[in-house]
């Protein structure tokens, strides 16, 4: 073991809980639960994996106390009946087998629970959360101890089932959070009103759950330790209010931030610095005797390693990292720290998909929530693979299949790896992204993949090698459009902004196309003192996005002063700007000195008609097959390597 790391791998305690490190797999939903809630085999060797991986507590995401109200999600798993305690016996039993402990999340989503149709939540008053838009019923009396009882007996259900400790989800706004905040609590009854009179119910649900459960059995309460919002909960109110929860039997508090109006914090997306919330746990660990874990961002061991050396929490949680590799822990212990797969904070595999009801997945690991199916399988014959192009779909291909065994060689007509991907990380925020390529370049060469850069294949190139496999990751291109002036010398491509073929400051620009790429490079050519302005034929920009990281983007675009032209189709491209239609097709000129397009992205394959008859097996990946994200890429990738 490195002694880099040596506090990271001290044995840490949870009240009576021993646990084998200070490595915590924060919950995340991912929407493998069955259509009634109950566990599935999906869902085990999901959680199987984080647990050989070596973390020393795996906690179970947001699991329904009242099923079906209070949803976290469109496919949450329960545990409101006994009937679902069988499903858990098993996952408990799974992640125990690799030496982990093992925790259930209990949740309520309150004001922002996902509905069914006729369905309407429920709150402590009758406030809407401005995202989920939707009216909540305020709780009578009896429905509120009722809730506490359901809380109690789903946590005695999760001792039941053989878990080692339950959290009680007080945080991100969700039930409890609401009757915590001012923001969300207007009662005047002995639920609301004051400070003590908010902490009624999260304090009966504590009490009741001691109860039930015993004095051995560790109760973890998560708290959003400031919402950021205003009239919310302070750090200053969480301090008390953490005081509040060890008085009354917690073993820990689990420290975390916001609610879903300031989701940007809750789920960051990439711009954010890594371990920026670790001052919250800071601050409560002052305060109280009990440990502390601290999440968000925690994304390298050597940050962990600090974060527990110098005090400021007894345990770190991983979240998305643990979805983005399973095996964090184990390399980190292994002091193989170049081999660790980064979580990106891209937010499009793991919270965009749950958000559109939808399994969790991840944009650099293909094999998330896929453990058995995506396993590597072992390769019945050795083949000479060839690959075509280094970006991210190609580079994955290649890795898979060293990894398996194959003789694998990797063109790339440019002098350097990571295609799109070098585009991708020059906007404000995006350098993340350089973490993948930086990934998948390292472990090609430790594979040792045959990297050739500068030649373009041609189909003599292909013949003279004799490939059993081509896999063709040849990418894309701007899309240019047919209009009149397109090929005006006041015309430029995103992509020739972002990969500095042209440098544009202090100018009039406007950026033709709203998607991501569009709304990024606006903003990167802001930053060079442009005055920007971006069109969009669509009634909203960004909509290619996670809902999350556009809320972000666009809080950054107005804070840029980018100007916003919705419902108008660009119509031609003069020396003094573009005409315009709208959909009353009347037409407007806009005026700028520089015009960036931002249309798409048309697949690059020429080859594939060229050499299909002169190869034995000939694979298209990627956006040359069809232009998608970075996820599409590592998937097409794996899948196509994971075959051959």
Known sequence: MSKSFEKLFEPGQIGKMKLKNRIVMAPMVVNYAGLNGEVTDRMINYYAERAKGGAGLIIIEATEVDYPNGLATAIPPTIHQDRYIAGFSKLAEAIHMYGAKAAVQLHHGGRQAFTMEGQQPVAPSPIPCKVKQQQPRELTIEEIHDLVEKFA?????????????????????????????PYTNKRVDMYGGT???????????????RELVGDDFPIIFRISADTFVEGGLTLEDSKRIAKMLEEAGVDAIHVTAAIYETIPKLIEPMRYPEGWKVYLAEEIKKVVNIPVITVGQIRTPELAERIIAEGK?????LGRQLIADAYWPQKARENRVDDIRRCISCNVGCVGRIFECLPAACTVNAQAGREKEFEIKPIERKKNVMIIGGGPAGMEAARVAALRGHNVTLYEKSETLGGQLNIASIPPGKDKINWYKEYLIGQINKLGVKVKLGIEVTPEVVEKEKPDVVILATGGQPLIPDIPGVDGDNVVTAWDVLNGKVNIANKKVIVAGGGMVGCETALYLAEKGNEVTIVEMLDEIAPDMDFI????LLEEIGKANISVRTKLRVDSITKDGIIVMDKKQRRQSIKADIVVLSLGVIPVNKLESMIRN?????????????PGKIIDATYDGYLVANMI
């Open 614 to 626: 002169k190869v034995p097996e000939l694979y298209v990946i990627g956006d040359g097959k069809q």
């Open 313 to 317: 929490a007894d345990f770190v949680a």
């Open 549 to 552: 990281s556009r809320m972000d």
């Open 153 to 181: 007996k789903a946590a005695l259900r999760v001792k039941r089932a053989g878990f080692d400790a339950v959290e009680i989800h007080g945080a991100h706004g969700y039930i409890i959070t609401q009757f915590m905040c």
């Open 195 to 209: 400070f003590e009179r908010r902490m009624r119910f999260p304090l009966e649900i504590v009490q009741r759950t």
